[in-house]
């Protein structure tokens, strides 16, 4: 299949391809980096309205660009959660004050966002969400824990799916607050160590933390609708730019294994063969649904293939070099107990693939029901 660049297309990948080698590199300050992607109009390329200080990109332009980051080899984005899953949510549900607040400063590099939904007791079941926030005046006072809450520890704000109405249960009641972080002895982040010896995620606290009246997007008790169309943001175009990450990190595998001899066994060999079909089939189906899809299991079907074929290159980064990759760089001079290099953290982290944006269980639960027609699962059974 031929994507089909139009010259304009060429012209937009040329501008970003000398943008991205001008000012890319690998050690750069994560906010500094952020507002220099705004300054120079590269962050909101694919929102649906454009006049909130973002450019707006075609589809093709928007996969030109993300191909062009991830062959930049430019640092991962700390704004993508404000990018990406709040500004289009704001697009969709939020009042006008609330784009003109708050989407310009996302554009911007300005403002960093995370996610917080998450609670001991309510991920794959979010509806069990116990965080309160009670109305006083003018402002709404939380309390109540968020887990595993990436970014929390950069972020400037959250937005929090909390229980407004303790009268109502599961998905009533709910709704969709932003809050600023920046509220001393009424939000604590603590940050979780991981078993990759990095803390990219935290679980976050709230002990009185205010959010406004007015910063409730959709409406009092309209959480439920807001946070599952935050969910099904589409990700077409980034799944293609992950695919480009993934190319490189097979790419380095099969270097790798050419490196260490590995390759010329027979098992290893055929495994490497399988990951380099997947990966293109899943290209295809990317670039097939890119722009929308009517099919209900779509999304879970891409999740389960992806996260599955990243857990099989995890463990083949490391099978292929043998029991040395079991050894680590040891740096003592590093607070962590080990540091790992790339095939170690990439094994490591892909631990994480088949239980974020939906474990595996779930994805295949939302398949057997939506698209398959299989009896419901039994409520309260698990
Ligand atoms: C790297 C990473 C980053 C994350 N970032 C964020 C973030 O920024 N913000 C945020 O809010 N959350 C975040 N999360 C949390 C993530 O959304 C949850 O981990 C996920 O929803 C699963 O919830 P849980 O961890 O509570 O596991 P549980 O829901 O307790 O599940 C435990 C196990 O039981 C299985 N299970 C649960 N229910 C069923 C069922 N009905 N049928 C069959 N099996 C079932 C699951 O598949 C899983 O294997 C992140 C998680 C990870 C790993």
């Not at 390759?263 to 189906?285: C, F, K």
Request: proline share 5%.
């Amino acid at each position: 299949m031929d994507y089909g660049f139009s010259e304009e297309d060429e012209k937009f990948r040329a501008e970003a391809r000398s943008w991205l080698a001008a000012h890319a590199g690998p050690r750069l300050d994560r906010r500094a980096w952020e507002r220099a992607l705004g300054a120079a109009g590269w962050i909101g390329l694919g929102w649906s309205e454009a006049g909130h200080g973002n450019r707006t990109a075609t589809l093709t332009q928007q996969v030109v660009w993300a191909e062009e980051y991830a062959r930049s080899g430019a640092p991962p984005r700390s704004g993508h959660i404000g990018e990406n899953l709040l500004a289009p949510t704001l697009v969709a549900h939020g009042d006008p004050a609330q784009k003109r607040r708050f989407l310009p400063p996302v554009a911007a590099g300005e403002e960093l966002w995370c996610q917080g939904y998450s609670e001991p007791g309510a991920g794959s079941d979010l509806a069990a969400v116990r965080t309160a926030a009670v109305r006083e005046g003018a402002h709404y006072r939380i309390t109540g824990q968020k887990i595993w809450t990436s970014l929390a520890h950069e972020a400037d704000w959250c937005f929090v799916l909390a229980r407004t109405d303790a009268q109502e249960r599961r998905h009533r009641g709910l709704s969709f607050l932003l809050v600023p972080m920046d509220q001393p002895g009424r939000i604590e982040v603590r940050p979780i160590r991981q078993l990759t010896g990095t803390s990219d995620f935290n679980e976050v606290f709230f002990d009185g933390a205010r959010a406004r009246v007015e910063h409730v997007v959709g409406g009092e008790g309209q959480g439920w609708r807001v946070a599952m169309s935050l969910l099904g943001v589409e990700r077409g175009v980034s799944t293609l730019a992950q695919q480009i990450g993934f190319a490189a990190e097979l790419a380095q595998v099969v270097e790798t294994a050419v490196a260490s001899g590995a390759v010329r066994d027979p098992v290893l060999r055929a495994r490497l063969v399988r990951q380099w079909a997947e990966l293109r089939a899943m290209r295809w189906n990317a670039l097939r649904t890119l722009g929308g899809t009517t099919d209900p299991g779509a999304p879970s079907v891409a999740k389960l293939l992806w996260a599955n074929w990243h857990q099989r290159l995890g463990e083949l980064a490391v099978q292929v070099r043998g029991a040395e990759a079991a050894v680590g760089p040891v740096d003592w001079s590093v607070a962590s107990p080990y540091a790992t290099d790339a095939d170690q953290h990439l094994f490591l982290f892909s631990r994480a693939d088949t239980v974020y944006g939906g474990s595996d269980q779930i994805q295949r639960t939302i398949i057997a029901e939506r698209v398959l027609g299989l009896p419901g699962e039994p409520k309260g059974a698990v």
